[in-house]
């Protein structure tokens, strides 16, 4: 397991005074690079083996919103390795070890060079260290997209669209995943009664690609789709209780 503490920033909440769901995001995907480092699996050493972790799908429960000030400690760990794959678990606590935030999350192993997954080398799943995963009850990785939303699709309704700027692009040259939950989440008029969030990436978009986001709503919650004419790149859900999934 790896951790660390920080405290909830001025920069990181909402209007309401709570952490921005892009935020929490950022806090977990920060906390399994400082893993990496950690061990010795720092960006220079991935890039001198032309290797890449990408996310594929998440999955957050969010049981209580983190707020502006508070004292937080943020804890990643890896639960199974298999192939190319990685499937690694999230908190994020008060200092007393209240649960806050809960996540799931896949990865694949990528050559860079190849832009192909390729298998996890044991040593590399010795050093991380495999852990006992929480065990919650978790949505399926798989996002059946309601008839609605691929209707929209279907028909290139978009709600928006925008076009990747550098600000979104991150290490592995793409969009940062959290910026697709950026992105989904305006089309919500107040994101701050979301509980749960999957999200399956198929794709990644690169610098200048055009993006059309479309959303529908569904039971407890809204879907949304991030694509264009030739791609699609992820489809989000959020929900706004945790009654289906608890």
Known sequence: MHQFTS???????????????????????????????????????????????????????????????????????????????????????????????????????????????????????????????????WLSRKIPVCDELQAKIDGAEADYKFKVRQMHIDTNHHMNNSRYIEAATECLDDDLDISYIRASYQNVAYKDDVISVSSAPIDDGVQMALYNDETQFAVVEMLYSLDSVS
């Open 7 to 137: 405290r909830v920033r001025y920069s990181e909440v909402g209007e309401q005074g709570f952490m921005s769901l892009s935020s929490i995001m950022k806090y977990m995907t920060d906390c399994s690079m400082f893993h990496s480092i950690a061990i010795d699996y720092d960006l220079d050493t991935l890039n001198e083996q032309d290797l890449g972790w990408y996310i594929t799908e998440w999955q957050i429960r969010i049981n209580k919103r983190p707020v502006l000030g508070q004292e937080i400690v943020i804890k990643t760990w890896p639960y199974k390795f298999r192939s190319m794959m990685g499937f690694r678990n999230f908190t994020i606590e008060t200092t007393d070890g209240e649960r806050l935030v809960e996540a799931d999350s896949m990865w694949i192993l990528m050559n860079l060079k190849k832009l192909k997954p390729t298998n996890v080398p044991q040593k590399m799943a010795d050093d991380f260290t495999c852990e006992t995963e929480v065990h919650r009850k």
